[in-house]
């Protein structure tokens, strides 16, 4: 006979709640970190973490419902296109990546 139990070892109401694969580290100072996209632009934007849940982990400060957070790839191939094509390449380039991606 076996089983399977869970244990829950804290809670939080109203956390704000993101992937944990997008969150960064920078190796020189150690904070952690987020590519966000604010406008047309991608920002860098530190963040203090929480609890971690499984994949997921919450985000203390630093970030606002409704953000739009940017894995570290679409960040890197954002800033690459809005240097070589403006913000209208930069949002092309993104779209066909993605529609790539998602028919492999």
């Known amino acids: 006979m076996t089983a399977d ?4 070892t804290s809670r939080r109401a109203n956390a704000l709640v993101i992937p944990a694969h ?3 580290v920078d190796k020189t100072s150690g904070k952690t970190y987020v590519n966000k996209l604010d406008g047309k632009q991608v920002v860098r934007v530190e963040i203090s973490l929480g609890l971690r849940s499984g994949s997921d982990i919450e985000v203390v400060s630093g970030l606002a419902a409704g953000d739009k957070v940017l894995t570290p790839l679409a960040a890197e191939q954002a800033a690459t296109a809005a240097k ?6 930069m949002i092309r380039e993104m779209h ?5 991606t998602q028919g492999q």
């Open 5 to 8: 139990v869970g244990i829950e």
């Open 96 to 100: 066909d990546k993605v529609s790539n």
């Open 22 to 24: 997008l969150v960064q």
């Open 84 to 89: 070589s094509s403006g913000a209208f390449g």
